[in-house]
């Protein structure tokens, strides 16, 4: 075993055992022991999944040596958020409401990278129902975020323990989901990519829903070539191409209003010294009001949380007979419906559909629209703990700009655009719905600039 594989790409991983430099056997007894030593306490990794990650890997060993690989990741460990049905092991969904909750079938996106030749490693740790943006949970314990040593940091959510799976290099790849953020807001504070896809382009057969009509399934990955791949398996389609992709002559609009709303000081110096860099490869970089996302806001600000009802409805009877099971601060976000009207929610919806038509012609013109991940780093998790108007000031801030990519159905990526403080600064990308792999192609091209 080699002790530089954990620092490899999925790609790369693949490609050396397709050289027969890489035994997909010891590949996957390696990350098994990173596992056995570095989470010990099961708080990144809520379900191990040895066995099946054993046998997989001897088949992968298999069809390597007959020269019948099914693709480029086939023998690259993975991990999975725990909402997605793993056949024979719990899904927990990060609540003790569904600990002995045991599915008999793989989820749909499971079967596909099954299929494509991956090697399921385990269950990752969330926010409890998926449903808050910081990725703090009492119930099975807060995976930390790595980059900060002294003080314990938010990990963000709701896909915590997929984000932090990868950043501390327990698995090279990993698959999460997002509703309002929860593929984009832990990739940014651990320093991923991560990839919001357009609700339906990847199916959520066997995902434990939270809002089904926001529900999206995406890869966090370590580079936008992995997210590239992983998307493809998961969706069933083409991977992007990504070969010359530039900077060079892309307009690009950076919008000047709310997104930057609360925008912590290390943050907009972080954007701001990238998008220097992008100009200073070709590319074009206008700034503008975009008023479809104040609208957006405004929205959310008068009428509530737009995903609470669908939720709330989702899991009433658990909601109502199990909520001393449940933490409090997600209790509280589901019952935001109990206060707001169906008739203003329907209104919401209705003004929601014409938005995303305005939005779509003002960005017309432009290959993506740019902006904070969040705007802010990961806070300190005790603070949060232990005061409930701050942890809901911190989980507003952090969904803040990821929401308005779901509540307007588009497609979104967050890169690494530097560190503030020592903490992850995420660059947003939203992209055009069901075009995903132009959107790769654009936040290929601008990785290439921010990671030079």
């Known amino acids: 075993m080699n002790d530089t594989w954990h620092d490899m790409t999925a790609l790369a991983l693949g490609a050396a055992i397709a050289d027969g430099d890489i035994d997909p056997v010891d590949l996957t007894e390696s990350y098994l022991d990173r596992i056995n030593k570095e989470d010990a306490d099961h ?6 999944t040895k066995d099946r990650a054993r046998a997989e890997a001897a088949a992968a060993r298999k069809r390597a040596q007959d020269n019948l690989r099914l693709g480029p990741l086939d023998g690259v460990p993975i991990s ?38 991956m090697i399921c490693l385990g269950k990752t740790n969330l926010s409890e129902f998926a449903f808050s943006g910081l990725g703090i949970n009492p119930t099975y314990g807060t995976p930390v975020n790595p980059y900060d040593a002294k003080t314990p940091r938010c990990p963000g959510g709701s896909s915590s323990g997929s984000a932090v799976s990868v950043a501390r290099q327990l698995a090279p790849i990993t698959v999460g989901t997002d509703t309002g953020g ?11 990519v991560g990839l919001k896809t357009t609700s339906g382009v990847v199916p959520t057969r ?16 370590q580079d936008v070539a992995d997210a590239n791949a992983l998307f493809a398996i998961l969706s069933g389609g083409k991977a992007a191409d990504l070969v010359g992709s530039s900077v ?4 690009f609009l950076v919008p000047e209003n709310c997104v930057w709303e609360g925008a912590e000081e290390g943050v907009i110096d972080c954007l701001e010294a990238a998008f220097e860099k992008l100009v200073a490869k070709g590319a074009v970089i206008d700034r503008g009001q975009v008023p479809e996302f104040d609208a957006v806001t405004d929205l959310c600000n008068n009428v ?19 909520s001393d099971c449940i933490y409090d601060e997600v209790t509280r976000r589901f019952k935001m419906a109990e206060n707001m009207s169906s008739i203003d929610v329907a209104e919401a919806f209705h003004t929601l559909r014409k938005l995303r038509g305005r939005y779509l012609k003002r960005i017309a013109a432009y290959d993506a629209v740019l902006m904070p991940t969040t705007p802010i780093t990961p806070p300190a998790i005790a603070p949060l703990e232990a005061d409930s108007a701050a942890y809901g000031a911190a989980n507003i801030s952090a969904l803040y700009n990821t ?23 995420g660059l ?9 792999n132009a959107l790769l192609r654009n936040a290929a091209g601008i990785e290439k600039v921010l990671s030079a």
């Not at 708080?43 to 191990?48: G, S």
């Not at 060079?248 to 307009?251: T, Y």
């Open 206 to 221: 066997g995902v434990l829903p939270l809002s089904r009509q926001f529900d999206t399934v995406g890869p966090l990955a």
């Open 428 to 436: 947003m990308l939203f992209g055009l719905p069901r075009r995903e």
């Open 43 to 48: 708080i990144v990794f809520l379900a191990v």
């Open 248 to 251: 060079r002559g892309k307009r």
């Open 403 to 425: 929401r308005l990519g779901n509540l307007l159905a588009l497609s979104g990526l967050t890169l690494p655009a530097g560190l503030a403080d020592g903490l992850p600064v």
């Open 182 to 192: 929860s593929v984009r807001i832990p990739a940014a504070w651990n320093g991923l």
């Open 80 to 117: 999975w958020k725990d909402l997605f049905d793993v056949a024979g092991t719990p899904t927990t969904a990060g609540s003790d409401v569904f600990r002995d909750s045991v599915p008999e079938h793989d989820a749909q996106t499971v079967t596909r990278a099954t299929r494509a030749g």
């Open 304 to 322: 509530g949380n737009l995903f609470s009802p669908e939720a709330y409805g989702e899991w009433r009877d658990i909601l109502e007979n199990k």
